[in-house]
Each structure stands twice: as structure tokens, then as C-alpha cells.
Nanobody, 123 residues
Framework: QVQLVESGGGLVQAGGSLRLSCAAS????????MGWFRQAPGQEREFVAAITWSGGITYYAESVKGRFTVSRDNAKNTVYLQLNSLKPEDTAVYYCAAKYSHSALKLMTYDYWGQGTQVSVSS
């Protein structure tokens, strides 16, 4: 069974930064593509960023491109999401997810999900 635990969320002012972490308890972590999604109150969950098994290819939603950076450390079974230049509209619960297949990484067809971490951005 795969467990994903997010951390690093919190309350920050607009323009500030946060670094989210997602620790995975899984064998062969490096075999999985990893994704980040978010869900704001009253809205559907949406794609934020994804990274392939080696970290060689990354994908971003247009709304976060240039502000957020996804990375991973396979030796630590951890994926990160650096959030810079935060805006109030970035307020949401952020979820990490793991996917064995490397196709359709922007869709929510991931195999495993974490419980989420809250990010709140004040204006």
C-alpha cells in the first residue's frame, strides 16, 4: 500500500512563498510519476504540476507557470512543490498523487493520493 503525506502548507501573505513536501512510503518510488493538484472551496480539483520518474520532464498549469516549481528527490522518496509569488487565488488544499503510468499526467487518473495540505494566501 502506498502512503503519501503532504506537509508545508500554511498561511502566507500575497507575494510570499511556501514549499510543500510529499513523502511517499512506497517501494520503487522512482518508478512513479508524481503530480500536484489543488481544490479550492466550492470548486473542482484541478491540476497544478507533475514530474516524471527521473525529474527530467515537468508539466504545469498555465495559472502557475513561472511561479511554481515541482522537483523530486528519489533518494528521499519525496516530491516538492515550491510556491512563489503567491496570490489569493492560490488558496486551496494541495494534494500530491502518484501514478505508475507516465501518460495523461494532467488528468486525475492517479493511482494514489495524499490527504492534502492547506495553503491560504491573504491579500
Amino acid at each position: 500500500q502506498v502512503q503519501l503525506v503532504e506537509s508545508g502548507g500554511g498561511l502566507v501573505q500575497a507575494g510570499g512563498s511556501l514549499r510543500l513536501s510529499c513523502a511517499a512510503s512506497v517501494r520503487a518510488f522512482s518508478s512513479y510519476a508524481m503530480g500536484w493538484f489543488r481544490q479550492a472551496p466550492g470548486q473542482e480539483r484541478e491540476f497544478v504540476a507533475a514530474i516524471t520518474w527521473s525529474g527530467g520532464i515537468t508539466y504545469y498549469a498555465e495559472s502557475v507557470k513561472g511561479r511554481f516549481t515541482v522537483s523530486r528527490d528519489n533518494a528521499k522518496n519525496t516530491v516538492y512543490l515550491q510556491l512563489n509569488s503567491l496570490k489569493p487565488e492560490d488558496t486551496a488544499v494541495y494534494y500530491c498523487a502518484a501514478k505508475y503510468s507516465h501518460s495523461a499526467l494532467k488528468l486525475m487518473t492517479y493511482d494514489y493520493w495524499g490527504q492534502g495540505t492547506q495553503v491560504s494566501v491573504s491579500s
